[in-house]
């Protein structure tokens, strides 16, 4: 039986809703911190970069 699915539920090791407005409205930009503060995982976000979904501007500088 498959589990029920919850709109507010973001799958593990993608970024939330609220991180992905936050970068919406910041240009689609955000920093490291602001992820990680958002429950991003250094991980996640090196995972990301990895797979040309984010690009990295600078250190601690995220592209969405």
Excluded: I, M, N
């Excluded at 090791?13 to 911190?33: I, N, Y």
């Amino acid at each position: 039986a498959q589990r029920p699915q919850h709109e507010d539920v973001q799958p593990r090791g993608e970024p939330g809703r609220e991180l992905l407005r936050l970068a919406a409205a910041q240009g689609d930009v955000v920093t490291r911190e602001q992820a990680s503060g958002l429950g991003l995982s250094r991980h996640t976000l090196d995972r990301l970069v990895r797979q040309r979904q984010w690009q990295r501007l600078a250190p601690g500088l995220f592209l969405t």
